[in-house]
């Protein structure tokens, strides 16, 4: 039962141009949503969240949006920029517990 | 950097045998989890502590067992390996801060292989 899903598996964006990535999720009971970026040969690394009581959050050029009703989120990067390839997953909890991840998203910025 | 290291980096063992993999944590961060990641999927939970008591556990069989020590240290400890259990074991680290959403920090990984 795959209660987090990210349906791309890859996504390929220009230098500069918008990166867009999606989530979506089953359990309307998740009320924190993370996205995490994961390099080769290393541990993902926090980029930004989001509490379920709010829309929309902003940390320089990443956004999240979060659409409660349709059960989806999307992680915006702009501008994008060759160092943001690597593999994109997002994540679910409730409160304090357990992250639920999807299977990622690997996304390659060409210069 | 998140201050979450694990060791070894990368460990082969054969099938039925014991491992053990270790964390330590952030400073004053009282809850470790502990992931799977197979292949091409994203991690899975296998269990969480909080102050070195067990506090959720996953889909995982009891040959998967924990430790969490006072000086924000962890073990995973696995049995009877099967060839399944290859993969990159991560740890992360929160507050544990009961009732707050937490980010959890996660260290490098131990890639297990299984021969």
Redesign the interface.
Known sequence: DQQVKQNSPSLSVQEGRISILNCDYTNSMFDYFLWYKKYPAEGPTFLISISSIKDKNEDGRFTVFLNKSAKHLSLHIVPSQPGDSAVYFCAASLGFQKLVFGTGTRLLVSP | E?G?T?SPTHLIKTRGQQVTLRCSSQSGHN?V?W?QQAL??????IF?YYREEEN?R?NFPPRFSGLQFPNYSSELNVNALELDDSALY?C?S?L??????????????TRLLVL
């Open positions: 998140t979450v694990q809850t989890s992931y091409g999927q994203g991690p899975q939970f969480q959720g996953g991560l992360a929160s544990g801060l009961a009732g707050m959403q937490e980010t959890q920090y996660f260290g490098p990984g």
